[in-house]
Structure formats: C-alpha cells, structure tokens
C-alpha cells in the first residue's frame, strides 16, 4: 500500500479545529502526556528476564524518538509553532528528517512514549502511548487540511512520505 492512501481514512478537514489555531489539539496532548509520564511511575508491571529486555527495548525506543522529535523540531526552524495551525508565511521543509517521514516530531514522541512505557515495565504508559498515536494521527490529519490551505507544495510533499513512523506508517 502506498504511504498515502486515504479510503476510508478521516478527512482531516472534516477534524474540529478545537480553536482558531487549534488550541484544544494542544490541551489534549497535554494531558495524554500527564497520563503517560504519571503511569511510568506507577510500579511495574512485570519483572525478571521480560523487565531486563523490556528495559533494553525501551531505552532505545525513547532516545531514538527523541532524537527524531528533537531533529523535527529543530528542522522546522522559524516556522515551529505549538499549534496544529500553521503560521502566515509558513514554508514548506523537505530536509531531515521530514525527508522520511511528514509529522517527526509526532512519530517521535509516540516512540518515545512507547520506549518509557517498556522502559518503566508500565501497562498504563503503553496504553497512553496508543492513545497519543491515535491522537496523532487525527491531529496530523486536521494539521495537513490546514498546511494543504496554506503551504504551496504540501500536497504534493505529503505524497511521498509516510505520515508518522519512519518507514512504517
């Protein structure tokens, strides 16, 4: 399948805005991540030899998301915003990491949360982890509906690129 195929997939402008610049996008965010970083410190949730390779797993899940939402974020340069909505005079990036992948900064933290998940052996950590991809996922639609209005050349940038997860989605 290619990285853009979109039957039966949620149009993006049809995503509420949760405010003018899509403020609301930005406070749900928030709290999955208040949930995440809060289940990590619940205790574990398993022990022994599935800790030790849960624990190595999820060490390189969360400095390699990391360094993929860093890249992004640092990629993005002037036109870095909080908010889903892009900024008047937005230009399009294609370098970096936005050459594998069109939302880095999402897909990394989904990695990195999943790595503190496995790290920190927490079941509520991983689920906070497939919330945010979810999460993601309709945030990055609602986010391209408005960079398809604004940025010339998003359409057709986005593609050639998987969405989220470098060479897998």
């Known amino acids: 399948m290619p990285p853009d195929r979109y ?3 949620v149009d993006g402008a049809r995503l509420p ?3 003018p610049h899509g403020e609301g996008w930005v406070a749900i965010q928030a ?4 949930v995440i970083a809060i289940g990590g410190l619940a205790g574990p949730a398993w022990d022994d030899q599935i800790r030790l390779v849960s624990g190595v797993l999820g060490a390189a899940c969360f400095i390699t998301g990391n360094v993929l939402a860093v890249r992004g974020l640092l990629g993005l340069g002037s036109n870095l915003t ?3 909505r892009p900024r008047p005079g937005t230009t399009l990036v294609t370098g970096g990491p936005y050459s594998l992948v069109r939302h880095p900064i999402y897909g990394g933290l989904v990695i990195g949360a999943t ?3 496995l790290l920190t052996a927490s079941l509520v950590s991983l689920a906070g982890a497939a919330t945010l991809l979810v999460f993601f996922d ?3 639609r ?3 509906a408005w960079m398809v209005e604004s940025v010339d050349g998003y359409e057709q940038y986005r593609r050639g690129r998987r969405r989220l997860i ?3 989605y």
């Open 31 to 34: 709290v999955i991540f208040l």
């Open 115 to 117: 790595g503190w998940g």
């Open 7 to 9: 039957d039966g997939a």
């Open 166 to 168: 470098p060479f897998v």
């Open 142 to 144: 609602r986010e391209e």
């Open 17 to 19: 805005s949760l405010g």
């Open 138 to 140: 309709l945030k990055s």
């Open 82 to 84: 909080p908010m889903p």
